[in-house]
């Protein structure tokens, strides 16, 4: 395994060693992280099943499940069907109560997956920012070890930046 020596003037390299406290490696001993990796480590239990009861909640299956079960419900209830099972009279109370709970948790089931969503795009968002400085600071050396001016590059990205933004606030962008 190779390791990359830079001198110790490399001010990218000073920031990024005071921050880190740790020295360059080589590209081959570093590891890249997954953010779904991370975010499954840190699910608990309660985090599983908040997600599988969003998840069954938000299909048409639930949909269903309830269109069929509110029909039997009023149909038993009304004397449709075995006359003389009311337990739950119109204007159907006992029904009514338990949507109304039901509803109440799935909400809270909804918050806890979003609030689980909103800590995933941070990790993702971290993971992006680390190596988004990864890659400058390698670009930066294989530009210095090719003698490539960084002014000249640095000036064509700004130009490259620019054009895309004016093409999409005309709304003439293509990705």
């Known amino acids: 395994m190779t390791t990359i020596s830079h001198s110790s003037t490399c001010a990218v390299c000073a920031l990024i060693e005071a921050a880190d406290a740790a020295a360059d490696a080589a590209f081959a001993a570093r590891s890249t992280k997954n953010s779904n990796e991370l975010v499954r480590a840190a699910m608990r ?4 099943a908040a997600d599988k009861i969003t998840n ?4 048409l299956r ?3 499940l309830h269109g069929v079960w509110f029909f039997i419900w009023i149909a038993i209830n009304t004397g449709i069907v075995f006359g003389g099972l009311a337990f739950d009279t119109y204007p159907f109370g006992l029904l009514t109560m338990i949507v109304s709970l039901e509803a109440i ?3 809270t089931f909804v918050m806890v997956s979003q609030n689980r969503q909103a800590r995933r795009e941070s990790i993702r968002g971290e993971l992006d920012f680390e190596t988004n400085i990864r890659a ?3 670009a930066l050396h294989i530009g210095a070890a090719l003698k490539i001016d960084p002014d000249h590059v640095e000036h064509a990205v700004q130009t490259a930046l ?3 933004r004016e093409a999409q606030e005309r709304g003439t962008a293509t990705y």
């Not at 239990?45 to 599983?48: E, M, R, S, T, V």
């Not at 069954?56 to 299909?59: D, L």
């Open 45 to 48: 239990a309660q985090d599983i």
């Open 56 to 59: 069954f909640a938000g299909s």
């Open 62 to 64: 639930f949909v269903y």
């Open 105 to 107: 948790f799935l909400s």
């Open 136 to 138: 400058e600071v390698w």
């Open 162 to 164: 620019d054009n895309a």
